[in-house]
């Protein structure tokens, strides 16, 4: 699920070729068609890269916890996390390898059937279609990170109750007065860093789905005819800096054979 080593997309030889047959026969609004998604997808991943690398966090303070049901309870909180990285992963590479398709598909229509049915076949890209599923994708892993956050608190909290239960049944039996604090447990610590980790997975996954909403209806208004230049580079900026502003998905960027 490594992503970081990965070619870019805007440097795959059939992207950089399909952008210069666009720009070399003056398609400009096919070529920032083509182009913004080529940029989404990139800013997409970087974020993406984001969320993995706060999960490494999280696998860390994990391992770190010592008392072992306590360990086994977060592990059950978190056991269906990596399927689920998995299946964002696959999404967004299922898209990136049907764009190096089409960009190779479509240059060979070019030199085939010449401009007119280059501009036919970015037409046909799905735009809308695919960022509405990410969309919906990264709402869903959102709401899961958020879920995960609120149970490991709930551990946390149970952690500290039973820490301040033990301290009093031990003053009580050597006649002591009872506290009202809770005593300090070591995994408290690891607790709250799990939780803080997995609440700044749910921020990630919520800007780029706020992002991706934005982008779609600016796209789909250019795609309508609604506006000469997508308007599209803030939100695309945002999506890298990591500002606020359903499962195995396969959105196509083409469908074959039309």
């Known amino acids: 699920m490594e992503m ?50 706060e999960l490494e966090k999280v696998n860390t303070q994990l391992m770190q916890i010592e008392n072992r049901e306590t360990h086994t309870a977060v592990s059950r909180i978190t056991e269906r996390t990596g399927d689920k990285m998995h299946e964002i992963a696959n999404q967004l590479a299922l898209v990136k390898n049907n764009l190096i398709h089409f960009a190779k598909d479509t240059t060979k229509l070019f030199q085939e059937k010449g401009t007119e049915a280059l501009k036919v076949a970015v037409t046909k890209m799905k735009i809308p279609s695919i960022l509405n599923a990410l969309e919906k994708s990264f709402h869903n892993c959102m709401v899961y990170m958020n879920k995960n956050a609120e149970k490991t608190l709930a551990i946390r909290n149970d952690l500290h109750a039973i820490g301040g239960h033990m301290k009093n049944i031990g003053k009580t039996l050597m006649g002591r007065k009872r506290s009202e604090s809770v005593s300090k447990n070591p995994d408290n610590g690891f607790l709250s860093s799990v939780q ?63």
């Not at 440097?11 to 720009?23: A, D, G, N, S, V």
């Not at 939100?235 to 396969?250: A, F, H, N, T, V």
Request: charged share 25%; aromatic share 8%.
């Open 4 to 53: 970081a080593g990965q070619v870019m997309l805007s440097k795959q030889p059939e992207i950089l070729e399909l952008f210069q047959i666009l720009e070399n026969n003056g398609m400009t609004q096919e070529y920032q068609k083509v182009n913004f998604l080529v940029e989404y997808m990139e800013s997409i991943e970087h974020q993406f890269v984001l969320v993995l690398e």
């Open 196 to 258: 803080k980790g997995y609440l700044a997975c749910g921020r990630i996954f919520s800007n780029m789905e706020r992002h991706t909403k934005a982008l779609s209806k600016e796209v789909e208004r250019f795609c309508n005819g609604g506006g000469k230049t997508i308007s599209v580079k803030e939100e695309l900026m945002r999506i890298k800096s990591g500002q606020s502003s359903k499962s195995s998905i396969q959105p196509a960027v083409q469908e074959k054979g039309r």
